[in-house]
Each structure stands twice: as C-alpha cells, then as structure tokens.
C-alpha cells in the first residue's frame, strides 16, 4: 500500500500532467468519464516518442513486419480465442448499497492488522500468536489467489461503500470485454466486441503477412492500437483504464525452439526500457505462478515497474503455444499451418508475444522520470525546481529556444534560429518572464535542451546551450547548432 509520501508523489504528477497539458480527464466539463483519459499537447508528443522508439525497435529487424488491424473483428475471433468463455473477472455486489466490486480489489486496501485478524478467524490455532507482518502478507496473498476462499473471505469484511457485513452476493464471472453492434439491428447475430487485445488482430493475419512479405519461420509481426476492457475498479491514473493502447508483438516460431526465443524476449524488452532511461533498480521480473497462468499461456513473466502504489505490470512476455493459431485453424476452418520449405513439413507455428502497454508504460517513464531537486535561483538563494528527466527521445520538445531580453536584437536572432531548428526537431519558443523561470517551465517538463541569445551572440554569433539535468551551459557556434543537436539528438 501506498504510504503518505508516495500518494503525494502521485497527486503531484497528475496535477503536472494535467497542468502543462499531458494528460486531461476525459470529457471533464461533464464530470469526466471513469477509465478514460485524453493526451494533451505535451502527452500526445510523448506518447507518440514513445510508441516510436518502440515501433523502430521492434519492426527495424529484418524477421519483424508490422500490421495495423482494424479494432472491430468478426465475433468467432473472440470465442476462438477464448475471451468470450474466459476473459472474466470474479466480482461480487453488495445487497445492501449495490455497489460492485472485483474480488480482488475488496483485498487491496485491507491493513496487514485486519489482514492478521481475518486469518486468526479462519485459523485460529495457527495465527493465534505473533507473526511478522512480511509473512501474513504472503500467507493472504497466497488464499485469496483461490476464488472459492476470496469469496469466503469477502463475507467477512464490511463493504467499502455502506458498511454493511456480510453483505456481498456469491462472486460471480464478469465479461471484460465491450460489446455493441454492426448495421442498424441490435439483436444478438449482429454483435462484435471492441478488442480487448490487439493480438488476436495479428493471429487471424499470420499467413496474409508470411504470404505478402515472404518470411520464412522464426519471425515476427508488430502492431500498435487500441484495446478496450470494461475493468470493474479502475485505478492509478493511466494504470488500469477501459481504453488503453498497446504494442505487442507475436514471434512465431518452430514448436521446440520456444523455450529459447521466450527467454532472448525477455532479454530484449527488458532491455529497451533500461535504454530509454528507465532506472534499472525500479524494475523486476514477475513470473506467473503455475496456477494463474492465462488460459492461453505456457509460461508468462511479467516486466514490472515501482509505482508510488507499489509494483505493477508494464509488460507481459508469454509463451502462447500453438493455442491461438490452432484455435483460429478449428473456429474458422482454415489451415493455418506453416509449410517449412527445407524439412517439407507442415505445423503450427508456437508464439512467443511481447505486450506492453504504451498508456502504462507512458506513465511509468513519467514517474520515473519526476524529480524535484534544490536548485539555485539567478539570486543565489535555492529552491525546488521540479525537473522531468526523460529520455531526450522520449522528451515532447527538444529544444527551447530563448531570447536573453526582448530587445538590441536578440529576439530577432533567437527567432532565426527558431527558424532553422524548427524542421528538424520539436522546438519551443519563449519570451515570457525571467530567462530562470522559463528554464524551471522547461526543465518541469523534460525539455533536454535550452538555447539562450545574450549580447555575447550579437558579438560572436555563438549561443548558450544549457543541459536540463546538469544545468551547465557551453557556448555553440549558431552555424553549427543543426550538427550539435543531431548528434545529441538524432
Ligand atoms: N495480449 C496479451 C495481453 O493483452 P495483458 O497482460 O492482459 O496481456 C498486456 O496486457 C499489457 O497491456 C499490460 O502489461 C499493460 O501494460 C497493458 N494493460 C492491460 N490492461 C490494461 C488496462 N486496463 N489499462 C491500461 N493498460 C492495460
């Protein structure tokens, strides 16, 4: 659970993002809607960076090809895949209020104390003595991955809404995915689902895209969009939403070699986080206990951030089998087996898949990248500058560009350079205020880059280049501004 200081930490970040135009609730002025969130100037820019990074690095292979599926998808795809009969989650009502809830989200703000008192409830002879705080919150833990006991255990707590004991109806399977309807006839044969994943978008194309591209087993097929859930407990800012984006990727592979392209996945994705910047000692793997892997799924680990909250899953790599494409090959009645040219076999390829979330990882590069450091002011004396380390590929503008005062020319050389820059990289022009207080404005959010125009620049035609995380400045010649840049930036 969250302490004090971290939910500050939290409340900080939400109101910058939502203060320099990051990220807006959605449809706000009517009192926002619950699990949607919309990206502002800033946001949009950097989730563009980040799904980019993520694009280059993933289909810039010569074995990866992309794919942009389209969101509705015929309603077999879903019952093939599984969703329709087990993409559920176990939630209960309360009798009383009628407030609904996960199963698992009734645990989630319980106290190890009142954790200790149910288990001395149900086992009395066992927790009736002292034990530390680290085991009770593995022994729960341990319980409530079992329904049938979580359920048992939800009757024994008061209900987050009215108070009310015992309260809860018997959980019940709740389908995650949104339904609605094609053509103008809302009845049963006419409905489809919006995707809850973009992977069943790539299953359905594997052999359009082998065919079309010619690739030859192992490879694999990339895709970035949209994905819909109707999560009951929404959460955490951008954590869990009912509209989110993400990027995933199938490998398809020859059945036995598996277990080896799982593992050099894992690799690479945890990899590509560390590079954009993300801090190595945030991170951990979560394996998924044997038991609670996902219908589909042969081994899963998880890539998990440390959120103020505590850890959560940014990314999923799991070894999906031939589970989908056998599925899809029954459902559709279409063979969907690969033909290998040299051994002159036919089977179903196995799928290693990376799905990240860009909307989840967004945030957590966000988090990560929040600071708030004493700085001195142009007085000398110090203050907090709250400043956004990012990645500079990740950064929404690269460069600010400043005069130092609004006359003897300087606006008019700092608006050529503008010029100059302004095709090659995102830049931003400011005038306002204190040149300190436009570097706090910029370096709030993540700007790597300040360029000043002094008196000196009218003299010698070099600027100042200040760095967002060193705050030391160097003078560049203004002809090789372009250069310098593309090799700090490009
Ligand atoms: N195709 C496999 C799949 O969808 P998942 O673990 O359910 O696996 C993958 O989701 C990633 O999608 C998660 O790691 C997370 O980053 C993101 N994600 C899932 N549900 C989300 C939600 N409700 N809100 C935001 N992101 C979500």
Redesign the pocket.
Known sequence: MANKEQTKVMEKIVSLAKRRGFVFQSSEIYGGLNGCWDYGPLGVEMLNNLKREWWKEMTYRDNVEGVDAAILMHPRVWEASGHVENFTDPMVDCKQCKARYRLDALFDDLSVKRKKEVLRELYPDQYAGQQNDEVIEQVFAQLVINDQKAAEIAMMLPCPNCGSKGSFTEARKFNLMFKTFVGPVEDASAVVYLR????QGIFVNFLNVQTASRQKLPFGIAQIGK?F?N?INTKNF?????E?E?M?MQFFVKPGTDDHYFEYWRAERMKWFINLGMKKEKLQWHQHPKDKL?HYAKDAY?IEYLFPFGWG????I?NRTNFDLSRHEEYSGKSMKYFDDETKEKYIPYVI?T???A???FMAFLIDAYHEQEAPTAEGTMETRVVLKLHPKLAPYKIAIFPLVNRDGMPEYAKKIEADLRPHFKVFYDDSGAVGRRYRRQDEIGTPYCVTVDSQTLQDETITVRDRDTMQQERVAASKLKEYFAIKLL
Not at 196 to 199: I, K, L, R
Not at 238 to 242: I, P, S, V
């Open positions: 809850p994943e973009t992977a994905a859930r999560e951008l954590f869990r939403t009912r989110f993400q995933e996902a998880d899953e940014i990314e999923g799991h898949e799905s990240a979330g909307s989840r990882s």
